[in-house]
């Protein structure tokens, strides 16, 4: 379910889409992506990648959530997927890279594919959520420290997919892409 003026419109979108294919027949099919990232990817993703780029040290050092992404790479094969497989018709689908990590796992790797370590500082999670919210930036510190997991499995099984790119090399061709 929604809980963002964001995600309604999206999920509204989605209705519209699928009384529109209902209508006219129109074949729909629906793709749910989490966090999408590749070269110029904008938003915490783009900073974090620009703050591990001049070696700052940053205070999350200590999450362990959970969170699915997925290349730009991935996300493109999964809609050419869609457009010529026979199955997609009518379906909606998530996608993601097939890995889930945590936002510490996924700035040290992040640092990793820069050629450089993340200079991560271990504060607690709950810290970092009430600083944010007294800022005023509670949604920032949720999509920092909070887990959000999509499951591919259907996508796979209906469609034969996979990612053609792991979450590493997704990184390493974000990095090669970016002009920090």
């Not at 074949?27 to 900073?47: D, H, K, M, T």
């Not at 200590?62 to 497989?85: E, F, G, K, Q």
Request: charged share 15%.
């Amino acid at each position: 379910m929604p809980h963002s003026p964001y995600a309604v419109s999206k999920y509204e979108a989605e209705l519209a889409l699928q009384a529109l294919a209902a209508e006219t027949g129109l074949e729909v099919v629906i793709i749910r992506p989490p966090l999408v990232y590749g070269a110029g990817a904008p938003g915490n993703f783009g900073s974090l990648m620009r703050w591990l780029q001049r070696g700052v040290p940053l205070p999350l050092g200590a999450i362990r959530n959970r969170r699915s992404l997925v290349a730009l790479n991935n996300l493109a094969d999964l809609i050419v997927t869609c457009i010529t497989h026979p199955a997609a018709a009518g379906q909606t689908f998530l996608v993601s890279d097939g890995e889930d990590v945590s936002t510490t796992e996924l700035l040290r790797r992040m640092g990793q594919a820069m050629g450089h370590p993340a200079r991560l500082v271990p504060v607690p999670a709950n810290w970092l959520t009430l600083a944010a919210t007294v800022l005023g930036k509670r949604d920032m510190a949720q999509r920092l420290c909070g887990s959000l997991q999509v499951d591919i499995q259907k996508t796979r099984h209906l469609l034969g997919w996979q990612p053609p790119i792991t979450l590493d090399q997704g990184l390493k061709k974000t990095v090669e892409g970016l002009a920090l």
